[in-house]
């Protein structure tokens, strides 16, 4: 497999801030890469940097063969990037703008037309409309109409989901799919954990460093004790009751449950503590951990 | 909570922008010392709702009492009662930490002293003596939305707003977040709260789902699940949102 992009020692400060570490990354051909992350993880830094939009960067950094300091126009011509912020032109009506990008890459839509289809026809009924009026969901599909017109071989999408509903979400991710099936290599940045599972690879980001870097499935393997879920009404004393026991940073919500994470301990013991404890109705089972629990592990109980 | 007096009560609210109805005829009540979720897709008509409820914005028709005051008639009166706070606007970054406790005291008619008891308290109760005189800017986002929280919560409302506030927080944050909520809601304070992540919707004691200006479901998570068929809120959600969507 051919690398498309690779970092090696790269860090990045802005003036006194400190936004990247020393990342360590390879990202092959026709990959479909996931950065997970909160806020502040460094996420967009390297992105930038990725895309040649970012310079005097420290480290050794190749993007499809080329060096984003200096061969950053070959590098343009070749990747398509959709930025976190809404980039396009709020007074070029949606078709105005999607010609426009065409047309900076020498292109036109109708010989690349097959590339958004799925995505565009959507937005066929908005041709005349600014694109300043569309919602939040259409806004996006424009975006990635546009940042996919000119045929790229590496697409970089910052936060396409954020401040998105989850119905959406879903359905965006269903369009990254098909465009992985086409072969086209894509770089995904999500604040959202449970979006880790439609990428083949994924690196969890945080303060500016990779935590870990894998397959979704290779990242919940390599969770460490064993991980149970407790199901009762009233949670929060349930939580208090496991902190006691097991330590602090052992239990922690999880939606409609509490997740325990354990060495050495079965379902029974906890069954017994919590009868003990004058709760007799809860439902204790063993689970598999998911991309969120072993963030959660990653962080190791090391506040901000 | 049977014979409490809710602190929010909407009936029939209307609000338009012209010829577009973005709340569409709701009702709900909320009553003191809940939880209360307020869900919807982007557009849905939550951002709307919101800024009548906090004074911000006014009914087109309908009622809409928060702490006893009317919103249509005293929406100054209703601003000064509640705390509010959002993932965009919480605290300022080139204030450092105690010049924002003092700003938002202010605004909120505390006498100096008092805030300078209320800071000390709260630096105290925290353990973050190290932060009270660094620029918020420079504070981690974890942090600053844990701070905003409780600086919304420094005039002691009995009601308290929170938009989105766990936006792009990371995993561990977002739950130590919660559990500040609930603290707060122990001692009293209700709590309306929204969010985009649906495992949080499940830390609400009842919810009210929005879609297309109209109230599409409403009551606890589990209650909600159960009368959708779904096994978790995120399924919930989609059947709402597809069902109520025109092309």
Same mark, same amino acid.
């Given at each position: 497999m051919t690398p498309i992009v690779t970092c090696k020692g790269l860090s990045h400060s802005y003036e006194d801030i400190h936004a990247l570490g020393s990342i360590d990354l390879s990202v092959n051909e026709g990959e479909l890469f996931g950065f997970i992350g909160p806020d502040g993880a460094g996420k967009t830094t390297l992105f930038r940097i990725i895309a040649s939009l970012t310079e005097h960067f420290k480290g050794d950094v190749k993007v499809l063969g080329y060096d984003p300091a200096k061969e950053y126009k070959e590098i343009r011509k070749r990747i398509g990037y959709m930025p976190g912020r809404f980039s396009l032109y709020h007074d070029l009506t949606v078709e105005e703008n999607l010609k426009f990008y065409a047309a900076v890459f020498g292109n036109d839509v109708d010989s690349n037309y097959h590339l958004i289809s799925d995505i565009?026809?959507?937005l066929a009924p908005f041709k005349k409309r600014r694109a300043g009026k569309l919602s939040g969901g259409m806004k996006q599909k424009l975006?990635?109409?546009c940042a996919l017109i000119h045929q790229p071989e590496l697409l970089i999408l910052d936060e396409p989901t954020t401040g998105v509903d989850s119905v959406s979400r879903i359905e965006f991710w269903d369009v990254l799919s098909r465009l992985k099936e086409s072969g086209m290599t894509i770089l995904v940045s999500t604040p959202y954990m449970d979006e880790?599972?439609?990428?083949d690879k994924i690196a969890l980001m945080q303060k500016g460093e990779i935590l870990m870097t894998d397959s979704p499935l290779g990242i919940s393997e390599s969770f460490l004790g064993d991980l149970m879920e407790i199901r009762h009404q009233d949670r929060f004393r349930i939580l208090d009751l496991l902190r006691l026991e097991h330590g602090e940073s052992s239990a922690y919500l999880f939606g409609q449950t509490i997740h325990l994470v354990t060495n050495n301990h079965s379902v029974d013991d906890i069954e017994v503590l919590l009868t003990k404890n004058g709760i007799d109705d /809860?439902?204790?089972?063993?689970?598999n951990p998911s991309i969120e629990d072993c963030f959660i592990q990653l962080m190791g109980g090391k506040d901000d | 909570m049977i014979d /409490?007096?809710?602190?929010?009560?909407?009936?029939?609210?209307v609000k338009k922008f012209g010829s577009f109805l973005a709340n569409d005829n709701i009702s709900f009540e909320v009553y003191p010392g809940e939880i209360f979720g307020f869900l919807g897709a982007n557009g849905a008509g939550k951002t709307t709702a919101i800024r009548i409820l906090s004074g911000l914005s006014r009914p087109t028709s309908g009622l809409v009492e928060v702490v006893g005051i009317n919103a249509r008639t005293n929406p100054?009166?209703?601003?000064?009662r509640i705390g509010y706070m959002s993932q965009k606007f919480s605290l300022?970054?080139?204030?450092?930490?105690?010049?924002?406790?003092?700003f938002f005291g202010g605004i909120y008619g505390l006498r100096l002293r008092e805030i300078q008891e209320q800071a000390d308290l709260l630096i105290q109760k925290l353990?973050?003596?190290d932060l009270r005189n660094r620029k918020i800017g420079s504070v981690p986002l974890g942090w600053k939305q844990k701070l905003a929280f409780s600086v919304a919560l420094l005039h002691k409302p009995s009601l308290v707003f929170l938009d989105e506030p766990t936006g792009g927080v990371d995993p561990l944050t977002r739950r130590q977040f919660w559990e500040l909520i609930y603290d707060a809601a122990k001692q009293g304070v209700t709590i309306f709260v929204t969010t985009h992540y649906m495992d949080e919707a499940e830390y609400c004691d009842r919810l009210c789902i929005l879609a297309e200006g109209q109230v599409k479901a409403i009551g606890s998570p589990e209650q909600i699940r159960k009368d959708f068929d779904s096994e978790d809120m995120d399924q919930v959600f989609y059947q709402i949102s597809r069902g109520g969507e025109k092309a």
């Amino acid at each position: 497999m051919t690398p498309i992009v690779t970092c090696k020692g790269l860090s990045h400060s802005y003036e006194d801030i400190h936004a990247l570490g020393s990342i360590d990354l390879s990202v092959n051909e026709g990959e479909l890469f996931g950065f997970i992350g909160p806020d502040g993880a460094g996420k967009t830094t390297l992105f930038r940097i990725i895309a040649s939009l970012t310079e005097h960067f420290k480290g050794d950094v190749k993007v499809l063969g080329y060096d984003p300091a200096k061969e950053y126009k070959e590098i343009r011509k070749r990747i398509g990037y959709m930025p976190g912020r809404f980039s396009l032109y709020h007074d070029l009506t949606v078709e105005e703008n999607l010609k426009f990008y065409a047309a900076v890459f020498g292109n036109d839509v109708d010989s690349n037309y097959h590339l958004i289809s799925d995505i565009f026809d959507q937005l066929a009924p908005f041709k005349k409309r600014r694109a300043g009026k569309l919602s939040g969901g259409m806004k996006q599909k424009l975006a990635l109409s546009c940042a996919l017109i000119h045929q790229p071989e590496l697409l970089i999408l910052d936060e396409p989901t954020t401040g998105v509903d989850s119905v959406s979400r879903i359905e965006f991710w269903d369009v990254l799919s098909r465009l992985k099936e086409s072969g086209m290599t894509i770089l995904v940045s999500t604040p959202y954990m449970d979006e880790a599972r439609r990428c083949d690879k994924i690196a969890l980001m945080q303060k500016g460093e990779i935590l870990m870097t894998d397959s979704p499935l290779g990242i919940s393997e390599s969770f460490l004790g064993d991980l149970m879920e407790i199901r009762h009404q009233d949670r929060f004393r349930i939580l208090d009751l496991l902190r006691l026991e097991h330590g602090e940073s052992s239990a922690y919500l999880f939606g409609q449950t509490i997740h325990l994470v354990t060495n050495n301990h079965s379902v029974d013991d906890i069954e017994v503590l919590l009868t003990k404890n004058g709760i007799d109705d /809860a439902v204790v089972q063993p689970l598999n951990p998911s991309i969120e629990d072993c963030f959660i592990q990653l962080m190791g109980g090391k506040d901000d | 909570m049977i014979d /409490a007096k809710p602190i929010i009560r909407v009936e029939k609210l209307v609000k338009k922008f012209g010829s577009f109805l973005a709340n569409d005829n709701i009702s709900f009540e909320v009553y003191p010392g809940e939880i209360f979720g307020f869900l919807g897709a982007n557009g849905a008509g939550k951002t709307t709702a919101i800024r009548i409820l906090s004074g911000l914005s006014r009914p087109t028709s309908g009622l809409v009492e928060v702490v006893g005051i009317n919103a249509r008639t005293n929406p100054e009166g209703i601003k000064k009662r509640i705390g509010y706070m959002s993932q965009k606007f919480s605290l300022y970054d080139d204030l450092t930490l105690y010049e924002n406790i003092r700003f938002f005291g202010g605004i909120y008619g505390l006498r100096l002293r008092e805030i300078q008891e209320q800071a000390d308290l709260l630096i105290q109760k925290l353990g973050i003596e190290d932060l009270r005189n660094r620029k918020i800017g420079s504070v981690p986002l974890g942090w600053k939305q844990k701070l905003a929280f409780s600086v919304a919560l420094l005039h002691k409302p009995s009601l308290v707003f929170l938009d989105e506030p766990t936006g792009g927080v990371d995993p561990l944050t977002r739950r130590q977040f919660w559990e500040l909520i609930y603290d707060a809601a122990k001692q009293g304070v209700t709590i309306f709260v929204t969010t985009h992540y649906m495992d949080e919707a499940e830390y609400c004691d009842r919810l009210c789902i929005l879609a297309e200006g109209q109230v599409k479901a409403i009551g606890s998570p589990e209650q909600i699940r159960k009368d959708f068929d779904s096994e978790d809120m995120d399924q919930v959600f989609y059947q709402i949102s597809r069902g109520g969507e025109k092309a």
